[in-house]
């Protein structure tokens, strides 16, 4: 599976963005899809997943309320709308897929996008 994030820009704090992951290949054979984000000096931390039927969702703490994940399996896309940015969203983000059955939602990724970097301002 090849991944194409896109969506990524800069934005002042309050403001909005919507990222998107373009699935290609054998997409039919993933479970989940993640959306992460890293900054420099930091480890990479899980956003917000969402199964293939779009029927389990995970969202961390820092977003709840915020962002919105949701996919179109008719275009083989996973999007990341995001409100109400804060400078503290200021990362790269990339969007994965994991293949296999899990309950841990930020484990055992397998195919990584290239990242979009997002840039809220004060």
């Known amino acids: 599976v090849q991944l194409q994030a896109s969506g990524g820009g800069l934005v002042q704090a309050g403001g909005s963005l919507r990222l998107s992951c373009a699935a290609s290949g054998r997409s039919s054979s993933i479970y989940r899809t993640g959306w992460f984000r890293q900054t420099p000096g930091k480890e990479r931390e899980i956003v917000a997943a969402?199964?293939?039927?779009?029927?389990?969702?995970y969202y961390a703490d820092s977003v709840k309320g915020r962002f919105t994940i949701s996919r179109d399996n008719a275009k083989n896309t996973v999007y990341l709308q995001m409100n109400s940015l804060k400078p503290e969203d200021t990362a790269v983000y990339y969007c994965?897929?994991?293949?296999?059955?899990?309950?841990?939602?930020?484990?055992?990724?397998?195919?990584w996008g290239q990242g979009t970097q997002v840039t809220v301002s004060s």
């Open positions: 994965a897929v994991r293949r296999a059955p899990s309950p841990l939602v930020g484990v055992g990724y397998d195919s």
């Open positions: 969402i199964s293939w039927s779009g029927g389990s969702i």
